[in-house]
């Protein structure tokens, strides 16, 4: 039967007992992580956030004290009181292994069945059964010192943009649908029927007005929705490190940036961050590493071989540089060990997961002749120039990809360089390695919609010397962005806003808007341009992102509280779920398709 705490006032944390506090009368309350029944001497291992402490009870303890402990089982929820003491066996694995709490008092404040999985930090237990279980699964000090981390990174984010004199806003979590982007989550308006809010994709639009009203600098901890499809750093709400300045160009935005990521490095990992961060621009970037997030954690870079491959019989190679593409290859160090079956599986890689119709592989043999899958066409010689331009010596092994299309040989190279280099164990482990990736295009094509979209967002400025191409070829404008990237991994981006009028809409007319859509979608913000604005930038950084690297993480499931699974749903919650007619009546709304409710059961989704 579970007890009531009366007028007992906890001393302490577990972990925070100390051999300063011997002899100390102690009231700890925690729950019952292991108990050991020896008889006439019960050991009741207490935990809670802080850490554990072991609680001992024995023939100098109250009899129903004893039949009491006798009775306790895991994850029971107890207060004891006591004298704390030395203990006879040191335990070094504990922080509190040198002190024992001798018990004179003891309270089960609430009994708990026996869990699906034991609370355990070493525990293999099944990702779902963990999210389905939520609430067990944080009360593992693995997670509770991820989600400790989570604070600890938030709360230097925030002391950091206050000191440097940003002012903390809060933006609408209601607000109005607009088509660029993601796809909206959308919010019937009881008042309005037939109207919608949408949940914010970010902040973008309101920081914004923020500079035109004057705010100067601005931040915000914001939460964050996009209905899409997830990926291991996806989710369908998140946190954004969200910040906007004005009068700046993007070396102020990219400086006061670095400022912050020295002082998180150095306050959170220990770790000082050589500053400048390296800078890339994109296009660099994609040749270079055939990513637009490049990992510098490891060599391998991708080089052009189109002036070799063109000479060849090798139809594929002279074909491809024929037809304006690109032939270019990656040097594997030492990989002139790869055996025919790991040469085949990378090929398989390749066909399987990237636009890329093959790959060919070549390199020296022993007896200083080339061998691989295209050893007939490419000489010694071709392989040795290649080599050379890698700067490898003749123990590396070529991998070559060609094709008509230049992007399509860069973004295979880049999937592949990452591959070959997990597979080989090539990256560096405790490495941090930033950079800044810049002059982003400002459009791409979209075959589906048949028009521009934007790279980034409607509301990034063109670079000021390729403004005149928005007339004549808008594809090669170059945009004023720039993408914070750390091992590989795109941590956030940001760019220089469009502040003139003429250019929006100018912007908006090369996304395929007509006037009257804009001003639909934008005539609040069209209408704050004509009201003087101020030459404004920033940027957003994912912070389940940053926690997730900084805590060395595969997933942001692992540092998010309450995360979702791959199709959206919570496991835990088994939200989304149906509601009442009455509630959709209220809102003048109706199901037309009733779904299956078999499909609805969350539970047998895996996590991805």
């Known amino acids: 039967m579970n007890e009531a705490m009366g007028t007992w006032r906890r001393s302490c944390l ?20 292991k108990q050991r029944d020896l008889g006439g001497l019960v050991f009741i291992t207490l935990r809670d956030i802080a850490g554990e402490v072991q609680i001992v009870v024995d023939e100098d303890s109250p009899e129903d004290i004893r039949d009491k402990a006798s009775s306790v089982r ?19 694995d504990m922080k509190t292994g040198t002190v024992e709490l001798h018990t004179t008092d003891l309270r089960i404040l609430s009994q708990a069945e026996t869990p699906p999985f034991y609370i355990e930090d070493d525990a293999d237990v099944n990702e779902t059964l963990r999210l389905k279980y939520r609430f067990l699964d944080l009360r593992r000090q693995t997670m509770q010192r991820k989600m400790l981390a989570r604070h600890r990174i938030t709360k230097i984010t925030r ?21 660029e982007g993601a796809r909206d989550y959308l919010v019937p308006s009881r008042v309005f029927p037939g109207r919608f809010f949408a949940l914010p994709q970010s902040p973008q639009l309101y920081k914004q ?10 931040m915000q901890i914001a939460r964050c929705f996009r209905d899409e499809d997830l990926r291991a750093d996806r989710q369908p709400e998140f946190t954004q490190i969200d910040i906007e300045m004005s009068f700046v160009s993007e070396d102020d935005v990219i400086d006061a940036n670095e400022r912050y990521l020295s002082t998180l490095m150095r306050e959170f990992m220990g770790v000082e961050l050589e500053l400048p961060i390296r800078r890339i621009t994109w296009r660099d970037a994609m040749s270079r590493f055939g990513s637009d997030k490049p990992d510098y954690r490891f060599g391998m870079e991708l080089f052009d071989i189109s002036d070799l491959a063109k000479l060849t019989d090798f139809r594929v190679f002279s074909d491809a540089v024929s037809e304006g593409g690109l032939v270019a290859a ?59 331009r890698a700067g490898e010596d003749e123990f590396a092994q070529l991998l070559i990809v060609a094709d008509a299309d230049k992007m399509t040989v860069l973004e295979a190279l880049g999937d592949l360089r ?56 808008p594809g090669d404008a170059r945009a004023r962005a720039y993408d914070i990237v750390l091992n590989g991994t795109e941590l956030g981006g940001g760019s220089i806003r469009i502040h003139s009028q003429e250019l929006q ?83 003048g709304l109706a199901i037309v398709a009733k779904p299956d409710e078999s499909s609805l059961e969350l539970g047998g989704d895996q996590p991805h």
């Open 14 to 33: 577990c972990g925070e007992v100390t051999e300063a506090m011997v002899g100390r009368e102690l009231t700890l309350m925690g729950w019952c992580h």
């Open 74 to 92: 895991s994850e029971y929820v107890l207060a004891v009181q006591g004298t704390l003491r030395m203990r006879s066996a040191i335990n070094p």
């Open 159 to 179: 002391d950091f943009f206050d000191r440097e004199g940003f002012i903390d806003v809060e933006t609408p979590t209601l607000i109005k649908s607009t088509p």
């Open 209 to 218: 007005l923020l500079m035109l009203a004057g705010y100067n600098k601005y």
């Open 330 to 388: 990656i040097a594997v160090p030492g990989g002139v060990s790869m055996s025919r079956r790991e040469l085949d599986d990378l090929a398989l890689f390749v066909r399987r997961n990237t636009k890329a119709k093959g790959l060919a592989w070549l390199s020296i043999g022993d007896d200083k002749n080339s061998r691989g899958s295209v050893a007939k066409f490419c000489d010694v010689e071709f392989v040795r120039e290649a080599l050379a």
């Open 418 to 473: 990452l591959e070959v280099a997990k597979r080989r164990d090539l990256i560096p482990e405790d490495c941090f390695e930033f950079c800044w990736v810049t002059e982003f295009p400002l459009l791409e094509w979209s075959q589906e919609a048949d028009r521009y979209v934007a790279k980034h967002h409607p509301f990034t400025a063109p670079m000021e010397e390729d403004i005149a191409l928005l007339d004549t070829n």
């Open 505 to 587: 809409r100018q912007m908006f007319k090369l996304l395929g808007f007509t006037d009257e859509q804009a001003e639909m979608q934008f005539g609040f913000l069209l209408s704050a341009f004509r009201y003087g604005v101020p030459p404004h930038g920033g940027l957003a950084y994912g912070l389940d992102r940053i926690v997730m690297l900084l805590t060395g993480q595969e997933t942001i499931r692992e540092v998010i509280a309450f995360p979702k699974v791959q199709n959206s749903s919570s496991l835990m919650t088994g939200a989304p779920y149906f509601v009442a007619e009455k509630q959709l009546g209220e809102l």
